[in-house]
C-alpha cells in the first residue's frame, strides 16, 4: 500500500504544481483540465458579494477566467507544498505579488490551500487569503 500512496502523493503534488504554473500564465484551457467535473472550490473568506463556494468545471472556470482579467500576477514567491498523512491532500502556501487591474494597486497576497484530488483530478480545493488586502487593492 505505501508504493501506491507514494504515487498518489508524487501525482497530487504534480498537479498542485501544474495547477500554479497554469493558472498564473492564465492558460485557463488546460487549467481546467486538471479539476475533476464535479469539482468544488471553496473560498471561506471572501468578501461581500464574492462567492464562497463554486461547483463543477464550468462554474469553476467562468469564475477563475472572469477573475484573472482583475489581476496581473508579477510572480509567484515562497511557493511551499506540504505532504500529509493523506496521499490525496497537500496544503500550499504561497504569495502572489501582482497588481490590479483597474485600481492599479499593489496586491500583495498570502495563502493557503488545502487541496485534495480524486483520480487524478483537483477535486476540492480550498483557498484562504486576507480579505482585508484583497479589499484594499480592488476597491
Not at 44 to 66: D, F, H, T, W
Request: include cysteine.
Amino acid at each position: 500500500m505505501k508504493d501506491n500512496d507514494d504515487e498518489i502523493r508524487n501525482q497530487t503534488m504534480s498537479l498542485m504544481l501544474a495547477y500554479q504554473t497554469l493558472l498564473t500564465e492564465h492558460r485557463m484551457d488546460e487549467w481546467i483540465e486538471l479539476w475533476a467535473d464535479d469539482g468544488i472550490c471553496e473560498f471561506p473568506y471572501a468578501g461581500p458579494g464574492q462567492p464562497s463556494r463554486l461547483c463543477g468545471k464550468v462554474e469553476i472556470k467562468n469564475y477563475m477566467s472572469a477573475t484573472a482579467g482583475k489581476l496581473t500576477v508579477n510572480g509567484v514567491e515562497d511557493l511551499q507544498l506540504h505532504l500529509t498523512v493523506n496521499p490525496r491532500v497537500v496544503v500550499v502556501e504561497m504569495t502572489i505579488n501582482g497588481t490590479a487591474t483597474q485600481t492599479g494597486r499593489p496586491y500583495n497576497q498570502r495563502y493557503v490551500v488545502v487541496a485534495e484530488t480524486k483520480d487524478g483530478k483537483l477535486a476540492h480545493y480550498r483557498e484562504y487569503w486576507n480579505p482585508l488586502i484583497s479589499a484594499e487593492a480592488f476597491a
